[in-house]
Protein backbone atom coordinates (compact mmCIF):
# COMPACT_ATOMS: atom_id res chain seq x y z
CA UNK A 1 0.00 0.00 0.00
CA UNK A 2 2.40 2.08 1.14
CA UNK A 3 4.93 1.50 -2.16
CA UNK A 4 2.07 2.39 -4.10
CA UNK A 5 1.48 5.59 -2.56
CA UNK A 6 5.03 6.62 -3.28
CA UNK A 7 5.39 5.35 -6.72
CA UNK A 8 2.33 7.46 -7.86
CA UNK A 9 3.28 10.51 -6.28
CA UNK A 10 6.19 12.71 -8.03
CA UNK A 11 9.09 13.03 -5.02
CA UNK A 12 8.79 16.62 -5.15
CA UNK A 13 5.37 17.09 -3.96
CA UNK A 14 6.18 14.58 -1.05
CA UNK A 15 6.73 17.06 1.82
CA UNK A 16 3.19 18.85 1.39
CA UNK A 17 1.99 15.43 1.74
CA UNK A 18 3.48 14.36 4.76
CA UNK A 19 0.89 15.63 6.88
CA UNK A 20 -1.89 14.51 5.11
CA UNK A 21 -0.52 11.50 4.17
CA UNK A 22 -0.23 10.83 8.57
CA UNK A 23 -3.54 11.45 8.83
CA UNK A 24 -4.39 9.43 5.92
CA UNK A 25 -2.73 6.37 7.56
CA UNK A 26 -4.36 6.76 11.27
CA UNK A 27 -7.90 6.80 9.83
CA UNK A 28 -6.64 3.82 7.51
CA UNK A 29 -5.49 2.18 10.71
CA UNK A 30 -8.06 3.03 12.71
CA UNK A 31 -10.38 1.46 10.11
CA UNK A 32 -8.36 -1.54 10.08
CA UNK A 33 -8.38 -2.14 13.77
CA UNK A 34 -11.56 -1.96 13.76
CA UNK A 35 -12.05 -4.61 11.09
CA UNK A 36 -9.12 -6.69 13.23
CA UNK A 37 -11.74 -6.27 16.33
CA UNK A 38 -15.08 -6.91 14.39
CA UNK A 39 -12.84 -10.13 12.71
CA UNK A 40 -11.16 -11.33 16.13
CA UNK A 41 -14.45 -10.69 17.98
CA UNK A 42 -14.08 -13.43 20.77
CA UNK A 43 -14.98 -16.45 19.33
CA UNK A 44 -14.31 -19.81 18.99
CA UNK A 45 -14.06 -22.37 16.57
CA UNK A 46 -15.68 -25.72 16.36
CA UNK A 47 -14.81 -28.17 13.45
CA UNK A 48 -16.56 -31.87 13.42
CA UNK A 49 -16.00 -34.46 10.37
CA UNK A 50 -19.17 -35.94 9.17
CA UNK A 51 -19.51 -39.69 7.15
CA UNK A 52 -21.48 -38.86 3.86
CA UNK A 53 -24.81 -40.11 2.51
CA UNK A 54 -23.30 -42.92 1.60
CA UNK A 55 -21.38 -43.26 5.05
CA UNK A 56 -17.91 -42.63 3.71
CA UNK A 57 -15.62 -40.09 5.38
CA UNK A 58 -12.99 -37.53 3.89
CA UNK A 59 -10.22 -36.03 5.49
CA UNK A 60 -9.77 -32.11 6.66
CA UNK A 61 -6.56 -29.99 7.71
CA UNK A 62 -7.34 -27.29 9.95
CA UNK A 63 -5.12 -24.66 10.71
CA UNK A 64 -4.79 -22.21 12.91
CA UNK A 65 -1.90 -19.56 14.96
CA UNK A 66 -1.57 -22.36 17.75
CA UNK A 67 -1.43 -25.24 15.20
CA UNK A 68 -2.45 -27.82 12.77
CA UNK A 69 -4.64 -30.90 13.12
CA UNK A 70 -5.70 -33.55 10.89
CA UNK A 71 -9.08 -35.19 10.89
CA UNK A 72 -9.79 -38.54 8.83
CA UNK A 73 -12.54 -40.01 11.48
CA UNK A 74 -16.50 -39.76 11.73
CA UNK A 75 -17.30 -37.42 14.43
CA UNK A 76 -13.59 -36.49 14.84
CA UNK A 77 -13.62 -32.71 16.06
CA UNK A 78 -11.31 -29.53 17.03
CA UNK A 79 -12.17 -26.65 18.84
CA UNK A 80 -9.99 -23.40 17.91
CA UNK A 81 -10.06 -21.19 21.18
CA UNK A 82 -8.01 -18.39 20.80
CA UNK A 83 -8.40 -17.69 25.20
CA UNK A 84 -6.68 -21.36 25.76
CA UNK A 85 -3.12 -21.65 26.02
CA UNK A 86 -2.93 -24.79 25.06
CA UNK A 87 -3.09 -25.99 21.55
CA UNK A 88 -5.78 -27.41 19.74
CA UNK A 89 -6.66 -31.03 20.06
CA UNK A 90 -8.48 -33.65 18.05
CA UNK A 91 -12.13 -35.08 20.52
CA UNK A 92 -14.73 -37.38 19.15
CA UNK A 93 -17.87 -35.37 19.62
CA UNK A 94 -20.98 -37.02 20.70
CA UNK A 95 -23.82 -37.79 18.17
CA UNK A 96 -26.73 -36.05 20.57
CA UNK A 97 -23.74 -32.71 20.42
CA UNK A 98 -23.70 -32.85 16.73
CA UNK A 99 -27.33 -32.64 16.59
CA UNK A 100 -27.70 -29.82 19.52
CA UNK A 101 -25.35 -27.46 17.26
CA UNK A 102 -26.03 -28.48 13.79
CA UNK A 103 -29.68 -29.64 13.40
CA UNK A 104 -30.80 -26.73 11.61
CA UNK A 105 -28.47 -26.41 9.32
CA UNK A 106 -28.19 -30.37 8.64
CA UNK A 107 -31.72 -30.03 8.22
CA UNK A 108 -31.41 -27.43 5.80
CA UNK A 109 -28.51 -29.11 4.11
CA UNK A 110 -29.53 -29.38 -0.08
CA UNK A 111 -30.48 -33.24 -1.18
CA UNK A 112 -28.59 -34.15 -4.46
CA UNK A 113 -29.64 -36.26 -7.42
CA UNK A 114 -26.17 -36.57 -8.24
CA UNK A 115 -22.57 -37.78 -6.03
CA UNK A 116 -19.29 -37.06 -6.89
CA UNK A 117 -16.10 -40.56 -6.94
CA UNK A 118 -12.93 -40.52 -8.56
CA UNK A 119 -9.89 -42.89 -9.34
CA UNK A 120 -6.32 -42.29 -9.27
CA UNK A 121 -3.98 -43.34 -11.32
CA UNK A 122 -0.28 -43.59 -10.99
CA UNK A 123 2.86 -42.74 -13.65
CA UNK A 124 6.25 -43.43 -13.51
CA UNK A 125 9.19 -41.12 -13.33
CA UNK A 126 9.22 -38.39 -15.94
CA UNK A 127 6.69 -40.26 -17.91
CA UNK A 128 3.10 -40.28 -19.83
CA UNK A 129 3.15 -44.31 -18.88
CA UNK A 130 1.40 -45.60 -15.74
CA UNK A 131 2.84 -47.62 -13.49
CA UNK A 132 2.31 -51.39 -13.72
CA UNK A 133 -0.58 -51.54 -10.92
CA UNK A 134 -1.93 -48.71 -12.10
CA UNK A 135 -2.15 -49.87 -15.56
CA UNK A 136 -3.63 -53.45 -14.40
CA UNK A 137 -6.71 -51.08 -12.81
CA UNK A 138 -7.53 -49.76 -16.49
CA UNK A 139 -9.88 -51.94 -17.68
CA UNK A 140 -12.30 -51.67 -14.25
CA UNK A 141 -11.94 -47.88 -14.33
CA UNK A 142 -12.90 -47.81 -17.99
CA UNK A 143 -15.94 -50.16 -17.00
CA UNK A 144 -16.77 -48.28 -14.65
CA UNK A 145 -16.69 -44.83 -16.51
CA UNK A 146 -18.71 -46.47 -19.07
CA UNK A 147 -22.32 -47.12 -16.75
CA UNK A 148 -24.75 -45.23 -17.57
CA UNK A 149 -25.46 -43.23 -14.55
CA UNK A 150 -22.20 -40.92 -15.21
CA UNK A 151 -22.98 -37.75 -15.76
CA UNK A 152 -19.94 -35.44 -15.92
CA UNK A 153 -16.14 -37.22 -16.31
CA UNK A 154 -13.22 -34.57 -15.50
CA UNK A 155 -9.80 -35.70 -15.62
CA UNK A 156 -6.82 -33.66 -13.53
CA UNK A 157 -3.30 -34.11 -14.42
CA UNK A 158 -0.36 -33.62 -11.63
CA UNK A 159 3.14 -34.16 -11.61
CA UNK A 160 5.56 -34.33 -8.33
CA UNK A 161 8.34 -31.57 -7.82
CA UNK A 162 11.04 -33.03 -8.95
CA UNK A 163 12.08 -30.45 -12.64
CA UNK A 164 10.79 -26.79 -12.94
CA UNK A 165 7.47 -25.61 -12.58
CA UNK A 166 7.23 -25.13 -15.70
CA UNK A 167 7.91 -28.40 -17.24
CA UNK A 168 5.63 -30.19 -14.27
CA UNK A 169 2.95 -27.96 -15.79
CA UNK A 170 3.67 -29.47 -19.83
CA UNK A 171 4.10 -32.98 -17.98
CA UNK A 172 0.71 -32.90 -16.26
CA UNK A 173 -0.74 -31.74 -19.12
CA UNK A 174 0.69 -34.62 -21.25
CA UNK A 175 -0.46 -37.07 -18.49
CA UNK A 176 -4.38 -35.82 -18.81
CA UNK A 177 -4.18 -36.11 -22.60
CA UNK A 178 -2.83 -39.44 -22.08
CA UNK A 179 -5.32 -40.46 -20.13
CA UNK A 180 -8.09 -39.00 -21.66
CA UNK A 181 -6.67 -41.07 -24.94
CA UNK A 182 -6.89 -44.39 -22.93
CA UNK A 183 -10.61 -43.23 -22.18
CA UNK A 184 -11.19 -42.56 -25.58
CA UNK A 185 -9.90 -45.96 -26.88
CA UNK A 186 -11.68 -48.04 -24.46
CA UNK A 187 -15.25 -46.58 -25.93
CA UNK A 188 -15.73 -43.16 -23.71
CA UNK A 189 -17.38 -40.81 -26.08
CA UNK A 190 -14.02 -37.87 -26.63
CA UNK A 191 -16.64 -34.96 -26.17
CA UNK A 192 -17.83 -36.18 -22.50
CA UNK A 193 -14.30 -35.89 -21.03
CA UNK A 194 -12.84 -32.56 -19.83
CA UNK A 195 -9.16 -32.01 -19.13
CA UNK A 196 -7.42 -30.09 -16.66
CA UNK A 197 -3.59 -30.21 -15.18
CA UNK A 198 -2.23 -28.51 -11.91
CA UNK A 199 1.71 -29.33 -12.57
CA UNK A 200 3.25 -29.74 -9.19
CA UNK A 201 0.67 -27.26 -7.29
CA UNK A 202 -1.63 -29.65 -6.02
CA UNK A 203 0.45 -32.53 -4.11
CA UNK A 204 -1.52 -35.95 -2.50
CA UNK A 205 1.81 -35.74 -0.23
CA UNK A 206 3.50 -32.16 0.45
CA UNK A 207 7.10 -32.70 -0.10
CA UNK A 208 10.28 -30.14 -0.86
CA UNK A 209 10.83 -28.91 -4.39
CA UNK A 210 12.71 -31.44 -6.45
CA UNK A 211 11.57 -34.05 -4.81
CA UNK A 212 10.54 -37.18 -6.26
CA UNK A 213 6.75 -38.88 -5.09
CA UNK A 214 5.37 -41.45 -6.15
CA UNK A 215 2.11 -40.96 -4.90
CA UNK A 216 2.34 -37.28 -6.66
CA UNK A 217 3.37 -38.53 -10.03
CA UNK A 218 -1.01 -38.98 -10.95
CA UNK A 219 -4.00 -38.09 -12.85
CA UNK A 220 -7.18 -37.99 -10.96
CA UNK A 221 -10.41 -39.04 -12.78
CA UNK A 222 -13.47 -37.29 -10.92
CA UNK A 223 -16.73 -38.43 -11.72
CA UNK A 224 -20.50 -37.05 -11.51
CA UNK A 225 -22.63 -39.51 -11.08
CA UNK A 226 -26.52 -39.86 -10.82
CA UNK A 227 -28.06 -41.36 -7.80
CA UNK A 228 -30.56 -44.53 -8.28
CA UNK A 229 -34.02 -43.46 -6.76
CA UNK A 230 -35.69 -46.68 -4.79
CA UNK A 231 -38.85 -45.53 -6.04
CA UNK B 1 -29.09 25.33 -27.60
CA UNK B 2 -31.90 22.13 -27.71
CA UNK B 3 -29.39 20.42 -30.14
CA UNK B 4 -26.52 20.92 -27.62
CA UNK B 5 -28.68 20.03 -24.72
CA UNK B 6 -30.01 16.47 -26.30
CA UNK B 7 -26.20 16.00 -27.33
CA UNK B 8 -25.21 16.53 -23.88
CA UNK B 9 -27.97 14.04 -22.20
CA UNK B 10 -26.85 11.95 -25.10
CA UNK B 11 -23.24 11.63 -23.77
CA UNK B 12 -24.21 11.65 -20.21
CA UNK B 13 -26.68 8.87 -20.79
CA UNK B 14 -24.62 7.07 -22.69
CA UNK B 15 -21.79 6.15 -20.26
CA UNK B 16 -24.35 5.00 -17.57
CA UNK B 17 -26.38 3.03 -20.00
CA UNK B 18 -23.05 1.05 -21.03
CA UNK B 19 -22.01 0.28 -17.47
CA UNK B 20 -25.64 -0.73 -16.66
CA UNK B 21 -25.77 -2.89 -19.12
CA UNK B 22 -22.37 -4.39 -18.85
CA UNK B 23 -23.13 -5.04 -15.38
CA UNK B 24 -26.37 -6.73 -15.90
CA UNK B 25 -24.66 -9.12 -18.40
CA UNK B 26 -22.01 -9.77 -15.52
CA UNK B 27 -24.82 -10.67 -13.10
CA UNK B 28 -26.11 -12.70 -15.64
CA UNK B 29 -22.56 -15.19 -16.11
CA UNK B 30 -20.67 -14.36 -12.36
CA UNK B 31 -23.69 -16.40 -10.71
CA UNK B 32 -21.85 -19.41 -9.09
CA UNK B 33 -24.91 -20.56 -6.43
CA UNK B 34 -28.49 -21.16 -6.05
CA UNK B 35 -30.92 -21.27 -3.14
CA UNK B 36 -32.35 -24.74 -2.57
CA UNK B 37 -34.11 -23.99 0.85
CA UNK B 38 -34.61 -20.98 2.86
CA UNK B 39 -36.45 -20.74 6.52
CA UNK B 40 -37.03 -17.70 8.38
CA UNK B 41 -35.33 -14.61 8.30
CA UNK B 42 -32.35 -14.51 5.72
CA UNK B 43 -30.25 -11.80 4.35
CA UNK B 44 -28.53 -11.30 1.37
CA UNK B 45 -26.09 -8.21 1.63
CA UNK B 46 -24.87 -8.16 -2.40
CA UNK B 47 -22.34 -4.88 -3.08
CA UNK B 48 -23.55 -3.29 0.62
CA UNK B 49 -27.36 -3.17 0.11
CA UNK B 50 -30.19 -5.55 1.05
CA UNK B 51 -31.55 -7.83 -1.55
CA UNK B 52 -34.68 -9.82 -1.87
CA UNK B 53 -33.97 -13.39 -2.27
CA UNK B 54 -36.38 -16.93 -2.53
CA UNK B 55 -35.39 -19.91 -3.49
CA UNK B 56 -33.97 -20.58 -7.08
CA UNK B 57 -32.08 -17.70 -6.43
CA UNK B 58 -28.24 -16.90 -8.05
CA UNK B 59 -25.73 -15.96 -5.44
CA UNK B 60 -22.46 -14.54 -6.83
CA UNK B 61 -18.77 -14.60 -5.36
CA UNK B 62 -18.99 -11.84 -3.10
CA UNK B 63 -22.24 -12.14 -1.52
CA UNK B 64 -22.87 -12.14 2.19
CA UNK B 65 -25.84 -14.37 3.45
CA UNK B 66 -27.28 -13.53 6.75
CA UNK B 67 -29.50 -15.59 9.15
CA UNK B 68 -31.82 -14.65 12.18
CA UNK B 69 -32.59 -15.80 15.05
CA UNK B 70 -35.03 -18.40 13.48
CA UNK B 71 -33.16 -18.34 10.29
CA UNK B 72 -31.56 -21.50 7.78
CA UNK B 73 -30.69 -21.35 4.35
CA UNK B 74 -29.04 -24.12 1.74
CA UNK B 75 -27.58 -23.80 -1.24
CA UNK B 76 -26.05 -25.88 -3.98
CA UNK B 77 -22.79 -24.28 -6.08
CA UNK B 78 -22.15 -25.29 -10.13
CA UNK B 79 -19.96 -27.57 -9.33
CA UNK B 80 -22.34 -29.14 -6.67
CA UNK B 81 -20.72 -28.00 -3.74
CA UNK B 82 -23.36 -28.30 -0.87
CA UNK B 83 -23.27 -25.79 2.16
CA UNK B 84 -26.43 -25.02 4.53
CA UNK B 85 -26.50 -22.34 7.22
CA UNK B 86 -28.36 -22.91 10.80
CA UNK B 87 -29.61 -19.27 12.64
CA UNK B 88 -27.68 -16.34 13.72
CA UNK B 89 -25.33 -17.00 11.20
CA UNK B 90 -23.25 -14.58 8.42
CA UNK B 91 -21.20 -16.37 5.95
CA UNK B 92 -19.27 -14.89 2.69
CA UNK B 93 -19.05 -16.65 -0.69
CA UNK B 94 -15.21 -15.25 -1.12
CA UNK B 95 -14.22 -16.86 -4.03
CA UNK B 96 -15.69 -19.24 -6.48
CA UNK B 97 -13.67 -20.62 -10.04
CA UNK B 98 -14.93 -23.49 -11.42
CA UNK B 99 -13.39 -23.59 -14.53
CA UNK B 100 -12.10 -27.45 -15.96
CA UNK B 101 -10.96 -26.12 -19.60
CA UNK B 102 -8.38 -23.90 -17.83
CA UNK B 103 -7.45 -25.52 -15.17
CA UNK B 104 -9.03 -23.16 -12.77
CA UNK B 105 -10.59 -24.00 -9.72
CA UNK B 106 -11.28 -21.64 -6.50
CA UNK B 107 -13.56 -22.33 -3.37
CA UNK B 108 -13.05 -19.52 -0.36
CA UNK B 109 -15.67 -19.32 1.82
CA UNK B 110 -16.20 -17.47 5.44
CA UNK B 111 -18.13 -18.14 8.15
CA UNK B 112 -17.82 -15.14 10.89
CA UNK B 113 -20.52 -16.52 13.58
CA UNK B 114 -22.89 -19.10 13.48
CA UNK B 115 -23.70 -22.84 12.04
CA UNK B 116 -22.65 -24.69 8.55
CA UNK B 117 -22.88 -27.78 7.23
CA UNK B 118 -20.30 -28.40 3.81
CA UNK B 119 -20.44 -31.22 1.46
CA UNK B 120 -17.72 -30.89 -1.06
CA UNK B 121 -18.30 -31.05 -4.44
CA UNK B 122 -16.36 -31.38 -7.99
CA UNK B 123 -13.47 -28.53 -7.06
CA UNK B 124 -12.77 -29.86 -3.65
CA UNK B 125 -12.11 -33.64 -5.53
CA UNK B 126 -10.36 -31.92 -8.18
CA UNK B 127 -8.20 -29.11 -6.41
CA UNK B 128 -7.79 -29.52 -2.86
CA UNK B 129 -5.48 -26.85 -2.58
CA UNK B 130 -8.13 -24.32 -4.09
CA UNK B 131 -10.85 -25.21 -1.93
CA UNK B 132 -10.65 -23.82 1.75
CA UNK B 133 -13.40 -22.47 4.53
CA UNK B 134 -12.57 -20.31 6.91
CA UNK B 135 -13.59 -18.57 10.30
CA UNK B 136 -11.94 -15.85 12.82
CA UNK B 137 -9.79 -18.93 14.39
CA UNK B 138 -9.15 -21.39 11.81
CA UNK B 139 -8.54 -21.98 8.35
CA UNK B 140 -10.25 -25.51 7.24
CA UNK B 141 -8.62 -27.64 3.46
CA UNK B 142 -10.90 -29.90 2.32
CA UNK B 143 -9.79 -33.00 0.75
CA UNK B 144 -13.70 -34.49 1.47
CA UNK B 145 -16.27 -34.44 1.75
CA UNK B 146 -18.56 -33.63 4.83
CA UNK B 147 -18.04 -31.67 8.24
CA UNK B 148 -19.58 -28.89 10.25
CA UNK B 149 -18.26 -25.48 11.52
CA UNK B 150 -19.63 -23.39 14.63
CA UNK B 151 -18.22 -20.33 15.03
CA UNK B 152 -19.55 -19.88 18.61
CA UNK B 153 -19.02 -16.32 20.92
CA UNK B 154 -16.74 -16.93 24.02
CA UNK B 155 -19.16 -16.08 27.00
CA UNK B 156 -17.22 -14.22 29.51
Known amino acids: MDALFHRKRPQRVAVHFVHRKAQAWLIFCTFFAAIFFVGCSPTKSVVV ?3 DAEGRVGDLRVCSSKGEIALDKAYQSVAFDPQSKSG ?4 SMEKWEVVNRFGDALAAEPEMPSRID ?9 SVELT ?8 AVIASLKKADVLGLYVVGHADRLGSKRYNRKLSQKRAVAMKNMLVAGGIRSDRIRVSFLGETDPQIETDDEVEESLNRRVRIVVKRQIETSD | MMHLKSTLLFFMLFPAVTVLSSHSSLAADNTVAKITSMDGTVHLNRASRENRIAIGFRLMAGDILETGADGSLGLVFDDDTRLSMGPDSRLEIEAFVFNPDESEFSFIVRLFKGTAVYVSGLIAKMS ?5 FITPTASIGIRGTRFAVHVEEIKS
Not at chain 1, 118 to 126: E, I, P
Request: neutral net charge.
Open chain 1, 49 to 51: LLP
Open chain 1, 132 to 139: SDSSRSMD
Open chain 1, 88 to 91: PSAF
Open chain 1, 118 to 126: FFTLYYQTD
Open chain 2, 128 to 132: AKATK
